[in-house]
């Protein structure tokens, strides 16, 4: 049975939006974390980002490997936060592209619903200019694949799209907060693997060494210029942000103790009192 609908937290959203806008040129791909409720709703709260083995532009690749390792990560955070979680989907980005699910992506998601129906795929699209305004315009779509021959015919598989919900939150959860802060890690891995396998190459042009070298340093500086250097200014905001909420809510308290006290002594000299209304006496004259 298909899921309903998916609901995703709005951090958990965060997450994967920043993923999608880390990288133009080639697709990033991670995994989506939740559980599905009793009315088929697909519930996503966290997100475990992928490295990419293979930088490719158009196409993206989940190994077995990575599928498992990621379900023990997701039975240690329902142990932490004791409540049921596995992977319940996967998102990668379409930069420059639409966010039309393509004919491999579609396979691909019809290959993991074999193994669980539930699961459900996101796709950004990202960094792809509106032709009139020139902007840059974010979409966002949430797929399954149906098989639309009959039985006994060999498969036409097609995109089913299902309704996307982002849950509001009033805070960045713990395992999205490590997910964001492992992102420019994961990504200066990825580059990190492609410089050393140039290094690898026998009997290299010393030029093309240097060349090599520059590429890797560029790209480790552009990793920070758009991911560290952002979200280190967004989690000092955050925690200024923190500290005053948490100073307003101090003070709140302190306010809200006063009236209680004020109101305790009040009730002690209220008992005392006579009621004018009563027609009987309660204090001795
Ligand atoms: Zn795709």
Redesign the pocket.
Known sequence: MSVNGVKITADAYLVCLTHALSTEKE?IMGLLIGEIDENRICCVSAVILLRRSDKQADRVEISPEQLSDASTQAERLAHQLQRPMRVVGWY?S?PHITVW??HV?VQTQSMYQMMDEGFVGL?FSVFNQEKSTKHNRIQVTCFQSINQSPEGEPPQLMRLEVPLYIAPADCISKPCLDSLVNMPRILCQEEEECYLRTTQVPDMDLVFRIHNGAVFTEALCHIMEVISGPLMQTLEHRLQQNKAHIAELRQEKEELEKQLADEAAGKISDSTRQDPESPYKTTSV
Request: charged content about 30%; proline content about 14%.
């Open positions: 697709e990668h379409h699910p393509s992506d796709i």
